[in-house]
């Protein structure tokens, strides 16, 4: 399937692992010209590398955190003198779930870190990124939200918070960029097997005294997960990169969830 991405230009926020990098690669196997955003520098760097070894496409890196706002401009402006212009920008930003504990009962501090970190932070990213977004019908803007948006997820609350006003945001924002020709859309990813899970897996097989795949089977079918498995980040670039191509031109305002049927299956 012709997608039409090469040569354009893709920014990433959160690309130095998981979902972000699994996407940056996805889009610079179509050809695009890459932007990798993230705190981590020396993991960008190494995400750089890994594209580079994989691609003939351009690889820019810029350390950048996406809560302070002169940081993102700062990334914005650079972006600008090095390309010119930006096609597709996608924000894969946002805390995993630091704390177990009530989050009913958190300071208001906690609660607040946390919607900077997702919701704030996409939008701020968004509001930086806007001037210089193609405006012939290649622009894109794509967020990664979460399955916490339709399920409750264990104790998750800011996490559910974060995922559904990501996706209220994104329609906001299809209604009001839709006359430059930038569409803007949500994946949806369920149960996905990043770094951070594997390690998590292995643990709790060991604890379990299991393998690991036994581990995630099971663990897979008490979370109502109807293909039996979690998924891959590569299957969740798969997604955005369609969203990115030509073939999505038509379509703004909606989420693609990427989920295994998660979320149809009752519990």
Not at 38 to 58: F, H, K, N, V, Y
Not at 100 to 121: N, Y
Not at 129 to 142: H, N, V
Not at 207 to 236: H, I, M, Q
Request: proline content about 2%.
């Amino acid at each position: 399937m012709e997608t039409n991405i090469r040569g354009r230009v893709a920014a990433i926020m959160g690309a130095s692992v998981g979902i972000g990098k699994a996407v940056a690669a996805g889009l610079a196997a179509e050809g695009a010209s890459m932007v990798l955003m993230a705190r981590d520098r020396q993991a960008l760097d190494e995400a750089a590398r890994e594209i580079g070894s994989t691609s003939d496409s351009e690889v820019m890196v810029c350390s950048v955190d996406h809560t302070d706002s002169a940081q993102v401009e700062a990334a914005a402006q650079a972006v600008a003198e090095r390309f010119g212009t930006l096609n597709i920008l996608v924000n894969n930003a946002g805390h995993r779930m630091r704390r177990l504990d009530r989050q009913i009962l958190w300071d208001d501090e906690d609660w607040i870190a946390d919607i900077d970190a997702k919701l704030i932070g996409m939008l701020r990213t968004v509001r930086a990124f806007l001037p210089l977004m193609a405006t012939d019908g290649t622009g894109r803007i794509i967020n990664i939200g979460g399955i916490s948006s339709r399920i409750l997820w264990e104790s998750a609350l800011t996490h559910g918070l974060n995922n559904v006003a990501v996706e209220e945001a994104a329609r906001y924002l299809a209604r009001d960029v839709a006359p430059d020709r930038i569409t803007v859309n949500t994946v949806v990813p369920g149960l996905i097997g990043v770094e951070w899970r594997q390690g998590w897996a292995a643990a709790m097989a060991e604890k379990a005294n299991t393998d690991k795949d036994s581990f995630l089977s099971e663990y897979c079918e008490g979370k109502g997960v109807v293909l039996g498995r979690w998924g891959e980040p590569e299957e969740v670039a798969d997604a955005v990169t369609f969203l990115a191509s030509d073939r999505a031109k038509y379509i703004t305002g909606t989420s693609l969830v990427v989920d295994g049927g998660m979320s149809i299956n009752p519990r």
